[in-house]
């Protein structure tokens, strides 16, 4: 409705007296949608990828990613993550056994039966 009452008054008024009078935003008026890319440039980019990771499946989306920029295809890591995730191609994240072992360290038992944790920033009060 106000869009219908812009178009008129915009015919005999200015753009800005148009818009102030109909209660229709300016930036509506001058606005211009921008067509996203098309489909076929993902779709080859997921060719690719499933490639990739079928001769990789140990391959993490960064390392993907980075066999696709030396193959000469342009592609962010963020991409290749929407796409292998949207496939489900993305692997689980693997525990890292250094991650695991430091853990274990700042557990120090305080009194038999309790376990105290303390942080890494507070590790010089811990006494071992």
């Known amino acids: ?12 008024h200015p753009i800005s007296s148009a818009s102030r009078l109909s209660g229709y935003p300016r930036s509506l008026h001058y606005y211009r949608p921008t ?4 489909a076929h440039l993902d ?3 997921l060719q690719a990828i499933e490639k990739q ?7 993490g989306v960064r390392r993907i990613a980075a066999m696709l920029r030396r193959a000469g295809i342009q592609v962010s890591r963020k991409k290749v993550y929407r796409l292998m995730k949207l496939t489900n191609l993305v692997r689980a994240r693997s525990v ?17 039966d309790r376990l105290f944790r303390a942080a890494g920033h507070n590790l010089h009060l811990v006494r071992y």
């Open 96 to 112: 890292r056994k250094h991650l695991l072992q430091k853990k274990m360290l700042m557990t120090v038992p305080d009194r038999p």
């Open 53 to 59: 990771v079928t001769e990789h499946p140990s391959y």
């Open 35 to 38: 067509r996203r890319r098309t």
């Open 43 to 45: 779709t080859e980019v």
């Open 1 to 12: 409705m106000r869009r219908e009452a812009f178009a008129e008054l915009a015919q005999d």
